[in-house]
T-cell receptor, first 111, second 115 residues
Framework: DAKTTQPNSMESNEEEPVHLPCNHS???????IHWYRQLPSQGPEYVIH???SNVNNRMASLAIAEDRKSSTLILHRATLRDAAVYYC????????????FGQGTILTVHP | DTGVSQNPRHKITKRGQNVTFRCDPI?????LYWYRQTLGQGPEFLTY????????KSRLLSDRFSAERPKGSFSTLEIQRTEQGDSAMYLC?????????????FGPGTRLLVL
């Protein structure tokens, strides 16, 4: 699986936007970019995924660079409940199965 | 839909004992995954089933580990002769795979402490 690189930690204030970056310079043409997050004492949960175009859902937005070598997860208004570890994961469209997690980014949200 | 459930939520055992964990996936999900997570690390894949068939096992899954999904519904993960290094959170996830995009839904995990 292609590797992703994320900052170890980030901080934000409540109700402010948060931009969580992910670098994936070795991404292949068939790799989708997935984001999961893990709240304290819970299992991971799916956030969003995309291939080439930017994506929006009720939880977040995903901005994908034109060369696909990086992406950014955007939380438009952070809440205290968004404090979690955020994982950026590449998944090939030709070989679904296990998720390969890195260490992720620990997001701290200040009131 | 009550989500993925795992039992027990916590388990403390002595080194050398056997332990068994159970995972009940979301009904009608045909795939079931087991992951292990140690403190400060992301989850690591252990094994997964599609219906009753175990399709992939990680090298992390030593001979002391065995997983089953006998009727394609719930699954059990057994660890024999536990070691202190087995202490971790064991996560189960399920998905509905129909040849396209799949989303994995995780349970709350079973936290194992081996003394």
């Amino acid at each position: 699986d292609a590797k992703t690189t994320q900052p170890n930690s980030m901080e934000s204030n409540e109700e402010e936007p948060v931009h969580l970056p992910c670098n994936h310079s070795t991404i292949s043409g068939t790799d989708y970019i997935h984001w999961y997050r893990q709240l304290p004492s819970q299992g991971p949960e799916y956030v969003i995924h995309g291939l080439t175009s930017n994506v929006n859902n009720r939880m977040a937005s995903l901005a994908i660079a034109e060369d696909r070598k990086s992406s950014t997860l955007i939380l438009h208004r952070a809440t205290l409940r968004d404090a979690a570890v955020y994982y950026c994961i590449l998944r090939s469209s030709t070989s679904y199965g296990k998720l390969t997690f890195g260490q992720g980014t620990i997001l701290t949200v200040h009131p | 839909d009550t989500g993925v459930s795992q039992n027990p939520r916590h388990k403390i055992t002595k080194r050398g004992q056997n332990v068994t964990f159970r995972c009940d996936p979301i009904s009608e999900h045909n795939r079931l995954y087991w992951y292990r997570q140690t403190l400060g690390q992301g989850p690591e894949f252990l094994t997964y089933f599609q219906n009753e068939a175990q399709l992939e096992k990680s090298r992390l899954l030593s001979d002391r580990f065995s997983a089953e999904r006998p009727k394609g519904s719930f699954s059990t993960l057994e660890i024999q002769r536990t070691e202190q290094g087995d202490s971790a959170m064991y996560l189960c996830a399920s998905s509905s795979f129909r040849g396209g995009m799949e989303t994995q839904y995780f349970g709350p995990g079973t936290r194992l402490l081996v003394l």
